[in-house]
């Protein structure tokens, strides 16, 4: 889990998907747009929640979320999710 | 009924569909695509629910729904579908 | 009124619809699909409801209701309708 | 006003439609397609209403409502319409 | 300002719409279809408005409206507009 | 700022455009179509907002305001546009 | 960040946004069409929120936002977003 000093807004959550396997178990590499979207990922930052949308995830969290869930993200590097909390399916 | 380590979140409930027969009564294997999708499943793990959105079923609840409610979810090799628990129009 | 072990979610309920006559005045026996869908039906189950949305009907009332109203839903060889509270019209 | 014995659900209404002119003037019978729809009627039944939907006129209001406004509903021979309360505009 | 024993229901409004200009400065007169439709008119009755809707104007105020607004109504041979409260732009 | 006696209603205010440039820096005239439309103008006057919607400029106020908003509205010779309190960016 | 005497209306907020790169590292002049639009920005101003949706990003936050968030809007020479507080995705 990478260090990230973002603030989602309201009920927004950043997530790091799960790095996809890049490589199939003959050797073979998968080149990018073939490597299937990752769907899993750890929360690492959480927005404080609005009045009707509490934020229910915390920090650390392994979650799941849709395959179109969210929109991408680059920060210093690393590329996140930053999504709203009800897109989360749930936690592992 | 499966055992899962999954929560699902909000008002989301994970639901283990019912296997589809694989056999017609005369012994003919039916096809992949042509077995029709299960419309009755187990509810493995429910979500706290929300302020709006209590959820109303229980672990264990056998439930039906519609043919098109859910998404598929992979867990462990097992397929369940996680749905909204106003998705399920009732209990067995 | 048939039994049933079947309890509605939320604020749906159960319906059982009134058969459509199979012969006419004259004795001709009408084909399945020209038979005219029937809106009337005997409630035969019924959710606790929601906070905003309760069930005003009771088992055993007799509803008339839309034409299109409802998922058809097989229940012990019975067929049934499961429809929302507020697809019924009235009770005769 | 006819008699009926049919209770409508939550904030709907049961209107007898006023019947249209079936001959003109000058005494030539109009064929059913060109006679204009009501959009007058007598309301003869009421649904209790709902918290946020109460229903507003009484049974025996002379009501206008819009042409395609609420469901054809033939009780005992009679036809009526089931509509809901705010789909009237007034009373006479 | 006519005369009307018409209830509007709920938060409706009925309006006389003022007289189109039937000639122009140089005294032709225009046909009908080229009149362009008022939009203003004066209040002649008002509903008793809901609970989430208040009534704001009042029966003999001159009020501006949207070209499309409301419905025409025909009441003892003059022409009416019915249309919601929130319709009404402002008052003259 | 323009004197005129309208009182938009409920959260509706009316706003004087700023006038377009009828003239190029170079003296050329624009015609009618080719000048932009302002998107800045003065409030002349506003409604009394309802409970949901309160209006939040003053009558004198400076606002910008969407290419695309409100509705020309002619009073006394005068061109305004009758727009919802919430169709203003912001005040100068 | 620059100076402006711009109030937001409602739960809008005033975003400087980030200049964008107008060379390559090779000294290249990209064309104006062929640079990214910029995806963060500052906030120079904020508006007072209402009940439902409260401000939550104050002057001097720098703030990600959506490729297509807000409206531009030209003060004093210089062009700035407004947007909705919500638009936010968060501040770095």
Not at 20 to 33: F, L, N, Q, V, W
């Given at each position: 889990m990478s260090k990230v000093s973002f603030k989602p807004n309201e009920d927004r959550i950043l997530v790091e998907p799960a790095a996809?396997?890049?490589?199939?178990?003959?050797?073979?590499?998968?080149?990018?747009?073939a490597k299937e979207k990752p769907q899993e990922g750890i929360v690492v930052a959480v927005g404080e929640g609005t009045t009707?949308?509490?934020v229910t995830v915390k920090v650390g969290d392994k979650v799941l979320y849709g395959?179109?869930?969210?929109?991408?993200?680059s920060l210093g590097g690393t590329e996140y999710?930053?999504?709203r909390n009800s897109d989360v399916f749930g936690t592992l």
């Open positions: 996809a396997e890049e490589k199939t178990a003959s050797g073979i590499i998968i080149p990018d747009t009707d949308k509490p395959k179109y869930s969210g929109t991408e993200l999710l930053i999504m």
